[in-house]
């Protein structure tokens, strides 16, 4: 098993000042420009109950945009703006959809390191651009666990880096992960992952089938 790897909350903890989030808005692998954030938009005076209660990203009150976002970039494909946007989409959706103007309207407040408005049109962009990466990311990783580059033990060190981070990113969030929860998580998903390298190995079966018998050898 690799060594531990979980980040430290000082890592992205650096102080009250809070830089501008929009330093990432045109960062695109397409080039292509992302929606700005609202700056001369005022908050809103009444601020809705649920709002008032969010209480999401409370370990980050003083954290620094700039900081937040090198963190990620380091780690994982997404901004701090999308990160932050999308855990707000799902926190704040309804049964009719997602509240996209309460969230780019107050925005700030549920977010520290956020410190301006954004349309519902650039809430909207921020969420669709965090699950293309989900997506662009998951085949990447699965297709490298399912073509057999990794051996079962490598695999399982991939694993327990990503969860780390992962671990981390929900704890930031706010959600408390016992000792027994993690194991019994790490201990699912290094279950999961090796279904998906056998049933993977089977499919590639004609790789290792032998010209002279017809044996599939499977894979170690």
């Not at 601020?47 to 209480?55: G, K, L, N, T």
């Not at 954004?118 to 490298?144: D, H």
């Not at 969860?163 to 699912?188: H, M, P, Q, R, Y």
Request: proline share 4%; net charge negative; with cysteine.
């Amino acid at each position: 098993m690799a060594q531990d790897s979980t980040p430290g909350a000082d890592e992205i903890d650096t102080g009250e000042d809070v830089t501008d989030e929009r330093s990432d808005a045109a960062d695109t692998d397409d080039g292509s420009a992302e929606p700005t954030a609202s700056r001369d938009v005022e908050l809103p005076e009444d601020v809705p109950e649920d709002v008032a209660e969010y209480e999401r990203f409370t370990k980050m009150d003083r954290a620094d945009y700039d900081r937040v976002n090198e963190f990620l970039r380091d780690r994982t494909y997404i901004t701090a703006r999308e990160w932050a946007i999308a855990r707000l989409c799902a926190d704040f959706r309804t049964e009719t959809g997602v509240e996209m103007t309460k969230i780019g309207e107050n925005l700030p407040r549920l977010v520290p390191f956020m410190t301006d408005t954004y349309t519902p049109q650039a809430v909207n962009q921020a969420r669709a651009s965090f699950e293309e990466k989900v997506t662009k990311a998951g085949a990447t990783f699965l297709y490298g666990a399912m073509s057999g580059f990794y051996t079962a033990e490598e695999l399982d060190e991939t694993m327990y880096e990503v969860t780390e981070i992962a671990k981390f990113l929900l704890e930031v969030e706010g959600v408390d992960l016992s000792v027994e929860e993690e194991l019994e998580a790490e201990d699912e998903i290094s279950r999961v992952m090796r279904e998906v390298r056998e049933a993977s190995a089977e499919v590639r079966g004609e790789e290792v089938k032998c010209p002279e018998c017809g044996h599939v050898h499977e894979t170690e």
